[in-house]
């Protein structure tokens, strides 16, 4: 059989094997589970229908190899009088090559299915869905109807496929598909919302009009449905201000928590700093860090901490475990927090392939598995792959302090930055020889009397001097309270160190 050869025997794309065996192990299994005359396939003369028609044909052949070298299997075809004429011909003119049994419904998806499955029982239906597609948030392979359709098994067997996964099969297989694809079309609607891509235009000096390169050329999925008509998304609410408790945050202040992951840091081997770098950088735009937690490198642990930050401040960041190794467990510790599943991004997958070419880590590319329908990428022309987001949390990528200023910078200059910037927390750092019974009445007075002002002590070393930081975004509040600690004090006995 043609495909089968042309995957195990003719391909070098290890990668894209084993998207062919699991596809084909998904469709046996669906027919396994359902009598044969009670499945159907929803063909459209797409470019993802006619990759899972030749799924279909292969894996029944595996299963019947002295028998018809195609699958004879119930089609659905829903016409639209807005479908491109040449849509219609290729359907029909591969139904009649592959001999399927083609039932063409002149009405819309949901109300056409009802009919169908009133005149003919059906249990499953195989489907060209593709993560990434408007409809596949939440679906597996095998993904029952959703409430208020006709009750049905959707069987997904090129869920995980990428835009790049089936030109390679179509293409690895010499396999027909619908010629629109061959003037610039990579994602095919109606006729009133889809036009060429214009990223795969070509212009000529000698010709007036513009040509199309073959859909197969974008080399950029990402950008697979630019030749759509787009709807504007709403924009999303802002994050509300949450006051963490503290009686001296006003209203305005926006809080921050930061997670760091790292086993490497709870055992002692290398120190934490990137943690107490993004507090300054927060501080400066007005942000006041509430918590700042090290978890180790196990799920349930970063599960843990972020479910609980992320409901108590307005925005919680981490640091480490992104990546391809098993200890890399941030983006499922996120997932697990919010309750959704790691699925492929096949926008991040692109960026990750344009950076390190075909070296993916692992058949699946783990590394492009994100928390499904809550996660932003976060662009930025400087940076190689964008930030993530996933509603209120971003995971960082830096893992050192140049990094970590080339990302902050790139989040301050997105357009609709997630970090709303205000006036920054201005601080003096004081210090005194006195002892601490010497100083706290004063400090504790100094407290209360100023409520909107941070006011910490520490020292440097035991018998070294007390270090007074004062902190606050008033600066006339701010040398009210340092010119009122010099006059409770001896003279001589307080003096300035530093100040921002």
Same mark, same amino acid.
């Given at each position: 059989?043609?495909?089968?050869?042309?995957?195990?025997?003719?391909?070098?794309? *290890? *990668?894209?094997?084993?998207?062919?065996?699991?596809?084909?192990?998904?469709?046996?299994?669906?027919?396994?589970?359902?009598?044969?005359?009670?499945?159907?396939?929803?063909?459209?003369?797409?470019?993802?229908?006619?990759?899972?028609?030749?799924?279909?044909?292969?894996?029944?052949?595996?299963?019947?190899?002295?028998?018809?070298?195609?699958?004879?299997?119930?089609?659905?075809?829903?016409?639209?009088?807005?479908?491109?004429?040449?849509?219609?011909?290729?359907?029909?003119?591969? !139904?009649?090559?592959?001999?399927?049994?083609?039932?063409?419904?002149?009405?819309?998806?949901?109300?056409?299915?009802?009919?169908? #499955?009133?005149?003919?029982?059906?249990?499953?239906?195989?489907?060209?869905?593709?993560?990434?597609?408007?409809?596949?948030?939440g679906q597996d392979q095998f993904s029952p109807s959703?409430?208020?359709?006709?009750?049905?098994? *959707?069987?997904?067997?090129?869920? %995980?496929?990428?835009?790049?996964?089936?030109?390679?099969? #179509?293409?690895?297989?010499?396999?027909?598909?619908?010629?629109?694809?061959?003037?610039?079309?990579?994602?095919?609607?109606?006729?009133?919302?889809?036009?060429?891509?214009?990223?795969?235009?070509?212009?000529?000096?000698?010709?007036?009009?513009?040509?199309?390169?073959?859909?197969?050329?974008?080399?950029?999925?990402?950008?697979?449905?630019?030749?759509?008509?787009?709807?504007? !998304?709403?924009?999303?609410?802002?994050?509300?201000?949450?006051?963490?408790?503290?009686?001296?945050?006003?209203?305005?202040?926006?809080?921050?928590? &930061?997670?760091?992951?790292?086993?490497?840091?709870?055992?002692?081997?290398?120190?934490?700093?990137?943690?107490?770098?993004?507090?300054?950088?927060?501080?400066?735009?007005?942000?006041?860090?509430?918590?700042?937690?090290?978890?180790?490198?196990?799920? %349930?642990?970063?599960?843990?901490?972020?479910?609980? *930050?992320?409901?108590?401040?307005?925005?919680?960041? &981490?640091?480490?475990?992104?990546?391809?190794?098993?200890?890399?467990?941030?983006?499922?510790? =996120?997932?697990?927090?919010?309750?959704?599943?790691?699925?492929?991004?096949?926008?991040?997958?692109?960026?990750?392939?344009?950076?390190?070419?075909?070296?993916?880590?692992?058949?699946?590319?783990?590394?492009?598995?994100?928390?499904?329908?809550?996660?932003?990428?976060?662009?930025?022309?400087?940076?190689?792959?964008?930030?993530?987001?996933?509603?209120?949390?971003?995971?960082?990528?830096?893992?050192?302090?140049?990094?970590?200023?080339?990302?902050?910078?790139? #989040?301050?200059?997105?357009?609709?930055?997630?970090?709303?910037?205000?006036?920054?927390?201005?601080?003096?750092?004081?210090?005194?020889?006195?002892?601490?019974?010497?100083?706290?009445?004063? =400090?504790?007075?100094?407290?209360?009397?100023?409520?909107?002002?941070?006011?910490?002590?520490?020292?440097?070393?035991?018998?070294?001097? =007390?270090?007074?930081?004062?902190?606050?975004?008033d600066k006339s509040r701010l040398d009210a309270a340092?010119?009122?600690?010099?006059?409770? #004090?001896?003279?001589?006995?307080?003096?300035?160190?530093?100040?921002?």
């Amino acid at each position: 059989m043609e495909i089968e050869r042309a995957m195990t025997a003719e391909s070098s794309d *290890r *990668r894209l094997q084993t998207k062919y065996r699991r596809a084909v192990y998904v469709i046996q299994r669906a027919l396994a589970l359902y009598p044969f005359h009670q499945v159907a396939f929803s063909f459209n003369g797409g470019k993802d229908s006619t990759v899972l028609l030749h799924l279909l044909r292969a894996a029944y052949y595996l299963l019947h190899p002295d028998g018809n070298p195609n699958c004879p299997i119930r089609t659905i075809y829903f016409e639209s009088p807005s479908a491109f004429p040449e849509i219609n011909s290729f359907t029909f003119q591969t !139904a009649s090559s592959y001999g399927l049994l083609l039932e063409t419904i002149h009405s819309d998806f949901k109300s056409g299915l009802e009919q169908l #499955l009133a005149q003919k029982p059906t249990q499953a239906i195989f489907l060209g869905t593709r993560i990434g597609d408007p409809n596949a948030l939440g679906q597996d392979q095998f993904s029952p109807s959703s409430p208020g359709w006709p009750p049905f098994m *959707r069987v997904n067997p090129i869920l %995980d496929w990428s835009y790049r996964d089936v030109w390679s099969f #179509l293409l690895t297989c010499k396999l027909d598909y619908c010629t629109l694809y061959d003037q610039g079309y990579t994602s095919i609607g109606s006729i009133y919302d889809t036009v060429p891509n214009a990223l795969l235009a070509v212009s000529h000096a000698s010709a007036p009009n513009l040509t199309f390169k073959p859909a197969y050329m974008l080399l950029d999925g990402r950008l697979e449905r630019a030749g759509r008509a787009k709807k504007s !998304a709403p924009k999303p609410h802002a994050l509300p201000t949450i006051d963490n408790g503290a009686n001296n945050v006003d209203a305005t202040t926006s809080t921050a928590s &930061i997670i760091v992951i790292g086993d490497q840091i709870l055992f002692g081997a290398v120190e934490e700093n990137l943690g107490s770098a993004l507090c300054k950088k927060l501080r400066g735009i007005g942000w006041q860090v509430s918590h700042i937690s090290v978890v180790p490198n196990e799920i %349930d642990a970063v599960a843990e901490e972020v479910e609980l *930050r992320k409901s108590t401040a307005d925005m919680v960041f &981490i640091f480490g475990a992104l990546g391809p190794l098993h200890s890399d467990v941030s983006l499922a510790g =996120v997932a697990k927090a919010f309750g959704v599943r790691l699925a492929p991004d096949e926008e991040f997958e692109e960026y990750l392939r344009q950076l390190i070419g075909s070296d993916y880590t692992g058949d699946r590319n783990e590394m492009a598995l994100l928390p499904e329908g809550i996660t932003e990428l976060l662009h930025h022309r400087t940076l190689p792959v964008p930030l993530i987001k996933c509603k209120n949390v971003i995971v960082m990528a830096a893992t050192n302090g140049d990094e970590l200023e080339t990302q902050w910078s790139c #989040l301050l200059e997105l357009p609709e930055t997630p970090l709303s910037v205000k006036a920054p927390f201005l601080s003096l750092l004081v210090s005194t020889m006195l002892s601490d019974v010497g100083i706290a009445k004063v =400090v504790s007075e100094l407290s209360i009397k100023f409520p909107d002002i941070h006011i910490v002590c520490h020292r440097t070393s035991r018998n070294g001097p =007390v270090m007074i930081s004062f902190i606050a975004k008033d600066k006339s509040r701010l040398d009210a309270a340092i010119e009122r600690l010099f006059s409770s #004090l001896p003279e001589g006995a307080v003096c300035k160190v530093d100040s921002d």
